[in-house]
């Protein structure tokens, strides 16, 4: 079983900045992709970016030139820097990961980290 936990999010001020975290552990081979998404209540979720273990990276408008995704393939990780962080930037934000164990594919989901844009 492929398991998600990310970390970093919290109350941070408009123009601030804050880095989330990304682990994914379990039995696995190998993982495609892993992405950060976000969620404000009442809304759907929203693709912000993503990494593929062959370097091919993909942002959505409302994360280029503000929001950076890192991943390291070894530790089986993903990071998401955010700048200038704004008021509309507070949600949930969830890490995805898609790949393969030794007997199944997976996609699987974290419990999500909360940030707050806030004076």
């Known amino acids: 079983q492929v398991q998600i936990v990310e970390s970093g999010g919290g109350l941070v001020q408009p123009g601030g900045s804050l880095t989330l975290s990304c682990a994914a552990s379990?039995?696995?081979?190998?993982?495609?992709?892993m992405g950060w998404y976000r969620q404000i209540p009442g809304k759907q979720r929203e693709f912000l970016a993503t990494?593929?273990?062959?370097?091919?990276?993909t942002y959505a408008d409302s994360a280029k030139g503000r929001f950076t995704i890192s991943r390291d393939n070894t530790k089986n990780t993903v990071t998401l820097q955010m700048n200038s962080l704004k008021s509309e930037d507070t949600a949930a934000y969830y890490c995805n990961a898609v790949g393969r164990t030794a007997d199944s594919a997976f996609d699987v989901w974290g419990q999500g980290t909360l940030v707050n844009v806030s004076t």
């Open positions: 379990g039995s696995i081979v190998e993982i495609y992709g």
């Open positions: 990494a593929t273990n062959n370097g091919k990276i």
